[in-house]
């Protein structure tokens, strides 16, 4: 477009008029300007300060402009939809008591009225005075800085606002340099421009870091005094608000004096800035610093770790590292608190009961000889609290043949001969420097001392799972002595041969096939091929009754079972109930050949507890996100029974027998457990490899396994399930069943027609074989007692070759159920956890 030429107006007037008229005009002009000259020179300042305000304000003019069509503007509006990284919580089945925490960065973000006013004054006082007055830089501050710095020769105090300070923790790096400078001074103007200052504010005391991973006040409240940021104290404010300049420096941890002098400071400048009286400052400083050791919360070092590890695992996979760890999820699981801790106590306990059995092999390190100071040695077991009941580690800071002094965090105690169990004098079990495990007897908080007893970290590992029947509910759940140490959850990721405690799914074939607690089977030697297997105590009873093989845990008789049953009736067994890795089809799989996660054992075990219905372990009950939409509710699949309730029925009165006169008869010794109907069974493995004890009431089934990482290492001879993996059971149940009622056991006495009918099978095949020489191995009990043996060439499954010369009746499996139940389409185990296979 072309802008258009007006034409130039004509004149009417005669030239004389004209030059007249102009003449007069121009005398006018120039009086008036003589006279505005005249002002400008008798009055210079004047016309300073007009140019100045009209330059500023063009020049303001022009910054606004420019700011709000810059990139920083669209960085700065899109503020009002800022997500802070938020930590997620893992809650206890009681929905409060705080079990874990995810985060990158451990923030909890409260609204601007939700931060006490003397909170807010606190670091304004310290941080920027002029908060109010400035509008995003401070040309006062940064005036009196330089002067500061100048007189001091370096940097003693700095010049940016809290907004710059906001500024720069939202949207920049931590270089120093004049561009970054310049940019942080950039964004302040535009934060101040679009948002109010209890909103910029509301930001930086959500987004400022003090700390302990802690981001903003209310994070670093509970972290430093275990409580929330609405309960702080004047002085303990005054120390979050000391924190910024340089949090390491000032940590109330670590560098106590320190923190003590700049929250003094702050005290007083709240003081000269008219927040708080002089009186009421004297009085704060007066009093020292108090933390709240419990509010340094660690996954690692809680007892609740591989739990919380495990839930962890669950949520990244389904939602996403990033959302697990900044989306602010609320988490609530099955996990008894109680119970938790006292499966760790009992877990530690047990794995120490082991260790003091096997001798003093030395202490985990000598931290002299690695060049550090006993004086100032921190050990990172000591934040979080002492307890009695405890395992801690110590520092020995001397040692003579008369005591010990070993300092545990703040306490210090003597050990004497008397406690340190080891058959050692003090100077050849310590020295000083070394690092030790302490159990905690008692200790007294006046004094700072403890009473112990000198112990070594066990190498043996153990683990242990609870289970609540019928809802399938992880109450319990320990992977191995500390996580901290070994994250290998040995209750879950740990798989290792059961032994005996493999024997139960073996039984349960059997009594589906027929065979009932009353029937005998002959424990007398047995060779099959080059194999023969033996009993643990290498006698044999003859003719026994399968209530008493499973109560005594013979082996041979257990053999003989699976071999009169056969092989693939156990395998599709084992397959139903659950267990991840199928049996392996020969023989010796009767005394546990076949490798199983201790969770996995300890969900079918629990369903002889169900009346044969599955129990699906699971941890997590619901999730919601951080606006409070629920993401997730655990819904229990549909009941499955896997078998029948006779078949249960009957496995329980068998591993009652375990219990009330077996190899785990020690449990009956103890009050607690006289008023429960408890069944189990125990499981030590070749070599003594591993040793298992699975128990269960009708409301909760409990596994517990011990062995070393290394599958291959011995726990040594005489360790077996009832001597290294019973005690922990009992020690945990006596906790667990504390407040608990008892309930009887749910039992279906009568036989199933299908049962039967498979029964009278078999009894009619024995009796057409008794005349014959080879008499079965298995009898029914109404007939005598077997008294020999298969013979001729076995296979590479046990089976004979020669069929033809061989009665069916020990040739043959149990006949199968003459009318079997319609069984339902075969659907997906569920994992784990609760969740569909692939």
């Known amino acids: ?159 940016s606002t809290i907004t710059q300070q906001l500024a720069k923790m939202l949207f920049l790096n931590p270089e120093r340099t004049y561009s970054r400078k310049l940019k942080e001074a950039l964004l302040a103007l535009l934060i101040e421009r679009y948002y109010t200052k209890e909103q910029i504010l509301e930001l930086y005391c959500n987004q400022i870091y003090l700390g302990g991973n802690a981001y903003g006040v209310e994070a670093a409240a509970q972290y430093y005094f275990g409580k929330s940021a609405r309960e702080l104290t004047l002085e303990e404010a005054a120390l979050l608000a000391a924190l910024p300049k340089a949090p390491q420096l000032y940590s109330p941890v670590t560098r106590p004096q320190a923190a003590l002098a700049r929250r003094n400071l702050v005290l007083e400048k709240m003081a000269e800035e008219g927040y708080i009286s002089r009186e009421a400052a004297r009085a704060a400083m007066a009093r020292p610093i108090r933390l709240a050791e419990s509010g340094r919360f660690s996954n690692a070092r809680s007892p609740y770790a591989y739990f919380v590890e495990e839930v962890r695992r669950y949520l990244e996979d389904k939602y996403g590292t990033r959302r697990t760890h900044a989306g602010g999820l609320q988490v609530y699981t099955t996990l008894d608190a109680r119970a938790q ?38 050990h990172p077991d000591w934040e979080g609290g002492f307890e009695v009941g405890e395992y801690y ?8 043949a008369s005591e010990a002094v070993v300092r545990v965090g703040p306490y210090t105690a003597r050990v004497t001969p008397r406690d340190a169990p080891w058959g050692r004098p003090l100077p050849r079990l310590v020295r000083p420097g070394d690092l030790i495990i302490v159990h905690v007897q008692s200790l007294d908080e006046l004094t700072k001392t403890m009473r112990v ?46 032994g005996s405690a493999f024997k139960p799914f073996i039984y349960a074939a059997a009594v589906e096939a027929g065979l009932t607690p009353e029937d005998r089977v002959l424990d007398a030697p047995l ?13 044999f009873k003859g003719s026994i009754t399968i209530a008493q093989a499973v109560a005594e845990s013979r082996n041979v008789p257990a053999v003989r079972v699976l071999q009169r049953i056969g092989i693939a009736r156990a395998v599709r067994m084992v397959e139903r109930l659950g267990l991840p890795n199928p049996m392996a089809p ?72 375990v219990v009330d006169g077996g190899t785990a008869a020690r449990i009956r010794t103890y009050a607690e457990f006289h008023a429960w109907p408890i069944a189990g069974k125990t499981g030590t ?47 945990f149940m006596r906790a667990y069943l504390v407040d608990k009622t008892p309930t009887a056991f749910r039992m279906t006495t009568e036989m199933p027609e299908w049962i039967r009918a498979a029964r009278e099978q078999t009894e009619r095949e024995v009796r057409q074989a008794l005349g014959i020489r080879e008499l079965p191995a298995v009898a029914p009990s109404p007939l005598p007692s077997p008294i020999a043996e298969p013979t001729g060439p076995l296979d590479k499954h046990g089976e004979p070759v020669i069929r033809e010369k061989i009665p069916d009746l020990i040739l043959k499996p149990l006949q199968e159920p003459v009318e079997p139940p319609q069984e339902e389409p075969k659907k997906k185990r569920p994992g784990r956890f609760g969740e569909p296979r692939p």
């Open 586 to 657: 020969f023989l010796p799989s009767a005394l546990g050949a076949t490798e199983e996660p201790l969770l996995a054992m300890t969900a079918a075990y629990a369903i002889f507890a169900n009346e044969g219905r599955r129990v699906v372990p699971h941890l997590i009950r619901r999730v919601v996100d951080r606006d409070g939409r629920e993401l997730e509710r655990w819904e229990a699949p549909p009941t499955e029974q896997v078998l029948d309730p006779y078949v249960a029925s009957t496995m329980v009165r068998l591993l009652q027998g």
């Open 453 to 498: 007893t000198l112990l070594q970290l066990p190498e043996v590992q153990g683990a242990l799972v609870a289970l609540e029947i019928p809802s399938g509910e992880i109450k319990a759940m320990v992977g191995g002595y500390d996580f901290n140490r070994v994250r290998f959850n040995h209750a879950t990721q740990g798989v290792r041969q059961t």
């Open 341 to 378: 801790r006292a499966a760790v106590r009992a877990v530690r306990n047990g794995l120490h009961a082991y260790d003091r059995r096997h001798g003093w092999r030395g202490p985990m390190e000598n931290i002299l000889d690695q060049g550090k100071d006993l004086a100032t040695y921190r």
């Open 685 to 731: 493995v070749n070599d003594f490899t591993d040793a298992w004890f699975i128990g269960f009431t009708p409301t909760v089934c409990t596994g517990v396994w011990i062995g070393f990482s290394d599958r291959k290492r011995s726990l040594g001879p005489g360790e077996t399930g009832s001597v290294a993996a019973l005690p922990i059971w009992i020690e």
């Open 527 to 539: 060779q099959i091929g080059d194999w023969a297997p033996s009993n643990y105590d290498r006698t």
């Open 1 to 159: 477009m072309r802008w258009r030429r007006w034409p130039e107006k004509r004149s009417t007037t005669t030239p004389s008029r004209q030059i007249g008229g102009r003449a007069r005009m121009n005398d006018r002009d120039d009086h008036q300007r003589g006279r505005a000259r005249t002002f400008w020179r008798r009055h210079p300042i004047v016309g300073l300060w007009l140019s100045a305000a009209l330059s500023g304000g063009l020049f303001g003019a022009l910054i606004a402009y420019a700011l709000d069509h810059s990139e920083y503007a669209l960085m700065v509006a899109q503020l009002s939809d800022y997500q802070a990284s938020v930590l997620s919580r893992v809650y206890a089945d009681d929905g409060r008591t705080v079990i874990g925490e995810f985060y990158l960065e451990r923030r909890l973000p409260l609204s601007y009225f939700d931060i006490p006013p003397h909170v807010r004054d606190a670091f304004i006082a310290i941080e920027d005075a002029r908060f109010y007055e400035h509008s995003g830089i401070d040309p006062v501050r940064i005036v009196g800085a330089f002067v500061a710095n100048l007189r001091a020769g370096e940097t003693v105090q700095g010049g």
């Open 393 to 400: 580690p110590g520092v020995v800071l001397s040692v003579t």
